[in-house]
């Protein structure tokens, strides 16, 4: 079915075309001359269009006077200057006809705000509202811009598995994935006989993508992967969800040095993309989300990264004089408190704090000379604290063995990971960043369950 978009139709306002638009019904009023106003939206863009339907049309009387918030029409016509306030352009229809009836009585969307926890209930429909096609929009834009940025700097795009038999930071809580009939699980000396599993063994879906992209960082030099991780983390909070999106870059012959300047590029990057891409929809945030969303986000796109180690960081917030909820000391990690105090109050700018104890950072990062703590590096961002959190990779063998052993893991599941260490290893690292933690930061919305189609937390798999 030919059709022009609506987005199109509002960028082009291309006076006297002919043309063919459809959506849903926002709103129908009615005028005493005779004529009735729909607004319709696509999805395209946050704005909807205004057709003017006659009363001569000859379905007027029968359907077009019974269309209401919801419906589904193809309207065509000639595009007009709408004299109106509201709106630049009209379209003048000469022909309009009902796709698909919503029934009034039971449709859940009415031209009224909803909240958010209800939304979620009916997240089948939830994307028509303006809110979360904004959301949609500038995920997507987002998306395209971190693709964008690596493939022209020459990123192979990898795809990583979803069942893994590697827990890649060794927090044990992965979901763990069987073809055994839960009711009827054999058994070995009281045990489940994982052997007998459709792999072999133990297998979950996977937290990360990193351990099987060094593999072909290894090989390729520069590679990323974009795709969903999971964690069977028992967590209700506004910005926890067991499934979402990660991005994944590693990056062959570059040391932590690079990966930071890598990561801030990236940031950079992608505020400056969605800021062009989704003037609207960003213009929208700010104003009924979070007034300060466009300030920041231009901010952080022309901002310096301070940088600072861990230890000077914690040296700073000890002597702040500040009431922390959590107390802060060498050897503890950071929390948000702690982030955001350095950024808003220390900086007043974005900072990148590298060099934390090995004690509190995974297995695989690279172990520093004074043997305490490892090339390890977070980007901090005000309002959020942590949003890319990366490293130099361990690539010493006999390093990294001993690092395996120290944190509890049995080497032999990680034969092949230790073994590209063995053959033609080389200083390499990495990062990630979370997608929908990221979308959370750019929109201002509060709750993370509201920036990804259909969230899965806790107790919650619907949709």
Not at 435 to 452: H, K, P, S, Y
Request: hydrophobic share 40%; charged share 25%.
């Amino acid at each position: 079915m030919n059709r022009t978009r609506i987005a199109d139709v509002l960028s082009k306002a291309d006076i006297g075309a002919r043309l063919t638009v459809m959506g849903w019904v926002r709103t129908r009023r009615d005028s005493k001359g005779g004529f009735s106003f729909i607004e319709i939206n696509d999805g395209s863009a946050l704005s909807g269009l205004q057709i003017v339907a006659d009363q001569d049309l000859p379905n007027y009387r029968t359907e077009v006077l019974k269309l209401q918030t919801g419906c589904a029409i193809r309207a065509a016509g000639t595009l007009a200057q709408s004299p109106g306030k509201g709106q630049a352009v009209e379209l003048h229809a000469g022909e309009i006809e009902v796709l698909g009836w919503a029934d009034p009585d039971i449709y859940p969307l009415q031209k009224k705000r909803h909240s958010f926890e209800f939304l979620r209930t009916i997240a089948h429909l939830r994307p028509r509202t303006n809110t979360f096609g904004a959301v949609a929009r500038v995920r997507n834009a987002a998306a395209m811009a971190i693709h964008r940025f690596f493939q022209d700097r020459g990123f192979i795009y990898l795809h990583t598995p979803v069942i893994t038999g590697s827990d890649c930071e060794g927090a044990g809580d992965m979901f763990r994935v069987t073809a055994f009939d839960l009711d009827d699980v054999p058994k070995t000396e009281g045990r489940a006989a994982l052997e007998k599993d459709f792999f072999g063994g133990p297998a979950g879906l996977t937290v990360s993508g990193q351990l099987e992209a060094e593999i072909y960082a290894l090989a390729m030099g520069d590679v990323y992967t974009f795709g969903p991780t999971f964690r069977a983390e028992n967590s209700n909070t506004s910005r926890h969800l067991a499934e979402f999106w990660m991005v994944e870059p590693e990056m062959a012959f570059c040391d932590l040095e690079c990966n930071a300047a890598i990561a801030v590029e990236f940031l950079k990057y992608i505020f400056s993309y969605v800021l062009e891409h989704c003037t609207e929809d960003m213009r929208f945030f700010n104003r009924f989300i979070d007034n300060t969303v466009l300030s920041t986000l231009e901010g952080l796109a022309d901002a310096d990264f301070e940088r600072l180690t861990y230890t000077e960081a914690v040296d700073l917030l000890s002597k702040a004089g500040e009431q922390f909820e959590f107390p802060v000391s060498w050897g503890v990690d950071l929390q948000s408190e702690h982030e955001r105090y350095l950024c808003e109050k220390v900086f007043k700018k974005p900072v990148v704090v590298t060099d934390y104890p090995k004690s509190i950072k995974p297995f695989y990062m690279k172990l520093n000379a004074d043997g305490n703590t490892v090339g390890a590096m977070d980007v901090l961002v005000p309002k959020v604290g942590e949003i890319i959190g990366g490293s130099q990779r361990e690539d010493d063998y006999d390093t990294l063995l001993a690092r395996m052993k120290e944190t509890g893991l049995n080497p032999e599941d990680y034969w092949w990971y230790l073994e590209l260490r063995k053959f033609g290893s080389v200083p390499h690292a990495g990062f990630g960043l979370g997608f929908e933690r990221l979308i959370q930061f750019i929109t201002g919305m509060a709750n993370i369950r509201d920036v990804i189609p259909f969230p899965r937390t806790p107790g919650n798999v619907a949709f």
